[in-house]
């Protein structure tokens, strides 16, 4: 059975750090790539930053460059997500995803729908 579980989420102030966690089971990573996605509520589902199986190719978006990063470690069949210099505006249930990597992650990265298997989200909250 294919799963994907985030955990590492919780509360902090801003300007705090948090890391995320995204274990897979039930299939092997290194021919997948993994997004970090999040929503917030009454938002829509939006990309954070996504890395391809050989976590050379990564990706973030413009709201997240240079305070997030993402990395893998294929062995252990988990991706992580370093958040750092928290924001308020980082609240949000925090998702970790997973698709097949082909030359179309180069083209759409944080497309949503081209993400396969999603995990259950943890939540992220940053407040003072």
């Known amino acids: 059975q294919v799963r994907l579980v985030e955990s590492g989420g919780g509360s902090v102030q801003p300007g705090g750090s948090l890391r995320l966690s995204c274990a897979a089971s039930g299939f092997t990573l290194d021919r997948y790539a993994i997004g970090w996605f999040r929503q917030a509520p009454g938002k829509e589902r939006e990309g954070v930053s996504c890395?391809?199986?050989?976590?050379?190719?990564?990706f973030y978006s413009d709201s997240v460059k240079g305070r997030f990063a993402i990395s893998r470690d294929n062995a252990k069949n988990t991706v992580y997500l370093q958040m750092n210099s928290l924001k308020p505006d980082d609240t949000a249930v925090y998702y970790c995803?997973?698709?097949?990597?082909?030359?179309?992650?180069?083209?759409?990265?944080?497309?949503?729908?081209?993400?396969?298997?999603w995990g259950q989200g943890t939540q992220v909250t940053v407040s003072s």
């Open positions: 995803a997973a698709r097949l990597y082909t030359g179309s992650y180069y083209y759409t990265p944080l497309l949503v729908d081209e993400y396969d298997y």
């Open positions: 890395i391809a199986p050989s976590a050379g190719d990564t």
